[in-house]
């Protein structure tokens, strides 16, 4: 559990010296909008605030309130407390599921740190709880204690309901039984499902009333139309190929891992791979190899984890499936088959592997090899593990703002501030200063259609009032929205790159890219020494009205 919590404590450093000015690349859309705990007033009439609290999994936001109601930010207690406890749920999932189907302690805890590095470690946010959940929920059936895997599954459904469907379908798969009737008779079996089945549909019902008012969840017909979606869009979901959609890729493949592309020497390994991880599990859990374990006084493992091992493989399949014909809402179908396929390989690669390791190990020590190298491979061993929890940490995202006196000048600003801008730091402008922005691409995550239409009116009509040679459609968008500061750039080269991707995003934002390949000069550049506020060596937070002052009518 201590090796769980190192790559969190390498941040530490960087969190103190740069704090408040940091945050969870990802805790933009779940974690800043929790600050309203703290204090009702920040981001009054605020869609993006709204329609992201709207999709924010209500367990996962119980977790902040005991802090908020100390005072402590929901975005220090994300990385100081949320994040470490994702990363010690997952090493305690593994390891007990882990241990009930091989009952050796040392091998179990080898076991671990393999899985959760071949996941990755977890960063605090609702998906990084997804593989703990499925795995407890499988011990808890296995185990038949109904009233604790009811529990955990109505909170479950309060995290990440797409792990709770996965924990569903896999428990009632093993149901199923190879004699006639093919379906256990089991009480306790039965039991436990159904108070499993109970849980998750009372966290379910919790859910959908927290969204009620926020809009029907976008469908696959609809996503079809933006091209938010589209393989050149922000969030590509629909390939060019049928390749590049169901099979390589991040959000609609059911292998996310070769998101590269559907190369052939990819499907070739994959398969290879698959296909030795199949062989190794049912042999290191079979009898044709207990001879091994019993040769060395080692436990066997237990037949079952073959049977998970395949429920988990089938639920990823079967849920995939369905994803991409009737529930697209919410959740991407590749995190169906993240929790159940991709967790099966992780399972089934960590078990074999250590399991016979350590009959190797084992082995050599009857014989005296083992002993002779046994401290420097244990020195060996403790270099690799500390260098890789490093190495992990350095792998979690967190965004550092460079423009600290814009932030600062803005903290210090009405709660009811609105900032425009198509900049990156734009995405980070309520992270930072808790205040509200207009449109930003980070934040449009179209969950629903009304939202992603009025984000698309606001980023088409941001770039339009900007990038012109008068402030008149500034002076529109001011009257219409409320606009108080923009964030613009010192140099052209920094933001076209920006604007041709909110053009691929929204088609309507190319005149501005014409506008500046034309050689047109924006209207702000001009006004810019007057009325900016702040800024840094690359942006500068101007005054809006400042800008659209004395526009010709």
């Known amino acids: 559990m201590a090796i769980a919590l190192l790559p969190y404590v390498v941040l530490i450093p960087e ?205 696959l017909a609809e996503a079809r139309t933006i091209p938010f979606f589209a393989s050149y869009g922000r969030r590509p979901f629909f390939g060019e190929t049928f390749a590049s959609t169901y099979g390589c890729n991040e959000r609609a493949g059911l292998l996310p891992l070769c998101e590269g592309g559907p190369d052939a020497w990819i499907i070739t390994w994959g398969l290879l791979v698959a296909g030795l991880l199949v062989g190794a599990i049912w042999f290191v859990s079979s009898g044709a190899a207990g001879r091994w374990f019993r040769a060395v006084g080692q436990p066997m493992l237990d037949r079952r984890i073959a049977t998970i091992w395949v429920t988990l493989l089938a639920t990823g399949c079967l849920l995939f499936i ?48 083992w002993r002779q190298f046994r401290w420097p491979l244990a020195a060996a061993a403790s270099i690799l593990v500390a260098f890789a929890a490093v190495r992990e940490g350095r792998r979690i995202h967190l965004v550092l703002g460079d423009a600290p006196a814009i932030f600062d000048f803005l903290r210090r600003t009405p709660k009811e501030t609105v900032v425009g801008g198509v900049l990156f730091e734009t995405d980070y402008v309520p992270a930072f200063s808790s205040r509200a922005v207009l449109v930003s691409m980070e934040l449009l995550t179209p969950y629903h259609m009304s939202f992603y239409n009025e984000m698309s009116k606001r980023a088409i009509d941001i770039g339009a009032s900007l990038y012109q040679q008068t402030p008149r459609a500034l002076v529109e968008l001011r009257k219409q929205y409320r606009v108080d500061y923009v964030l613009v750039e010192r140099d052209p080269a920094y933001v076209m790159p920006l604007l041709q991707m909110w053009a691929r995003n929204f088609p309507s934002v190319s005149s501005a890219v014409g506008f500046l390949n034309e050689g047109g000069e924006p209207f702000f550049r001009r006004r810019l020494p007057a009325c900016e506020v702040a800024g840094n060596y690359r942006v500068a937070l101007a005054d809006a009205a400042c800008l659209a002052a004395d526009a010709p009518r």
């Open 322 to 369: 369905l994803a991409h014909r009737v529930a697209f809402s919410l959740h991407m179908p590749e995190r169906y088959s993240r929790y159940s396929i991709t967790l099966a390989f992780a399972l089934a690669t960590a078990i074999t592997a250590t399991s016979l390791a350590s009959v190797g190990v084992a082995w050599t020590t009857k014989r005296g090899y």
């Open 15 to 219: 969190v103190v010296q740069f704090y408040p000015d940091v945050v969870h690349d990802d805790a933009v859309n779940f974690v800043v909008w929790l600050r309203r705990t703290l204090d009702p007033g920040l981001f009054p009439n605020d869609p993006i605030a709204r329609d992201m609290a709207a999709v924010t999994p209500w367990f996962y936001a119980a977790l902040f309130r005991p802090f908020a109601a100390m005072g402590i930010d929901p975005v220090l207690t994300h990385i100081a407390v949320v994040m470490p406890l994702s990363g010690l749920l997952l090493a305690f999932s593994a390891f007990v599921a882990i241990n009930r189907f091989w009952q050796f302690p040392p091998g179990a805890c080898v076991a671990t740190l393999i899985l959760v590095w071949l996941v990755g470690t977890p960063q605090g946010l609702p998906r990084d709880f997804g593989y703990a959940i499925v795995l407890l929920a499988v011990v808890g059936f296995e185990s038949r204690r109904a009233a604790l895997t009811g529990l955990g599954l109505f909170l479950a459904a309060g995290l990440l309901p797409a792990a709770a469907l996965v924990s569903g379908v896999a428990m009632s798969l093993l149901m199923l039984a190879p004699r006639p009737r093919y379906v256990t008779r089991e009480r306790l079996a039965w039991r436990t499902l159904l108070a499993a089945g109970g849980g998750a549909v009372a966290g379910g019902l919790v859910a959908i009333a927290r969204k009620a008012g926020s809009g029907a969840a976008i469908s």
